[in-house]
């Protein structure tokens, strides 16, 4: 079935590090790919998305690449802030799921200090 | 409404007891969702509602988990018999088509019971 395997952490940064955090997939044929956040006492929102290979989603400075060779969809930001401290979570729509059911990593944490 | 919201925020039930929790989704999206989230774990999918009809219950735990969305909108999540292992936030998601797996999930700040 399918999987997402992420970077565990938690990731503990200074504030305008870089910062990237791991994704790999598992999936039938081609699936959409995911990053959501959850900060701190918020749901899970959608941070960006990228429905085919080769595509890079991107919003408030993240990127991640769909990387269908590798099976991967790193998540990447040049400079982080403080206000980026959440938990992050990868997550993927498979062609063979119902509607369009999510299936997510376990989260990576992430800490900017000041 | 703004946003899929649910209800209670934060339930504690006595090992043994029923509980119900509710969600409203997004007005007019077609799709709802029920997620578990463990504590320090990513969701884990339970069912899937199209409209009123519940098309995916694959991933409820035991059939002490029951689900239903009578009207195609609001849905209840039911758990009979509360054990501690049910202890986690639960997890309502909405989105407006009825097929499209590129199309994003809403969800809701979900509900937080703890079984002692």
């Known amino acids: ?114 | 409404g703004a946003g899929v919201s649910q209800s209670p925020r934060y339930k504690v039930a006595k090992r043994g007891q029923d509980v119900a929790l509710r969600c409203d989704p997004i007005s007019g999206h077609v799709s709802l969702f029920w997620y578990q989230q463990a504590l320090g774990q990513g969701p884990e999918f339970l069912t899937y509602f199209q409209n009123e009809a519940q098309l995916d219950k694959s991933g409820l735990p035991s059939d002490r988990f029951f689900a239903e969305r009578p009207e195609g909108s609001v849905s209840t999540l039911k758990i009979q018999r509360t054990q501690q292992e049910d202890s986690a936030v639960y997890l309502c998601a909405s989105s407006l088509p009825r097929t499209g797996y590129n199309s994003p999930l809403h969800f809701g700040n979900g509900t937080r019971l703890t079984v002692t």
Not at chain 1, 77 to 88: E, F, M, P, T
Not at chain 1, 104 to 114: E, H, S
């Open chain 1, 1 to 114: 079935g399918d999987s997402v395997t992420q970077m565990e952490g938690p990731v503990t940064l200074s504030e305008e590090a870089f910062l990237t955090i791991n994704c790999t997939y598992t999936a039938t044929g081609y699936p959409s790919l995911f990053w959501y956040v959850q900060y701190p006492g918020e749901g899970l929102q959608l941070l960006l998305k990228a429905t085919k290979a080769d595509d890079k989603g991107s919003n408030k400075g993240f990127e991640a690449t769909y990387r269908k060779e590798t099976t991967s969809f790193h998540l990447e930001k040049g400079s982080v802030q403080v206000s980026d401290s959440a938990v992050y979570f990868c997550a993927l729509s498979g062609i063979k799921a119902a509607g369009n059911k999510l299936t997510f990593g376990g989260g990576t944490r992430v800490l900017v200090k000041p």
